[in-house]
């Protein structure tokens, strides 16, 4: 099942599935504890999980990812 933060984010899902992702960078997760709420909501949603798979199996994470951080830019 997906996860959003709200009506909005899941609506915006749907047009991120619609758009391919890129890899371009990444987060070392650990090092974010200087932003206690980032880390709170990565460690919630299980985003730190991102970093240690590899292939097809986490692009829809992926796309929850960007749909939940719209407007948070």
Known sequence: PHRFVDATKAEHYKLIKTKGIIQERRIDFPVISFL???????????????TTMIGDCNISWIDEFYANALGHT
């Open 36 to 50: 206690p709420v980032m880390q709170q909501t990565a460690e919630s949603y299980r985003w730190m999980d991102l």
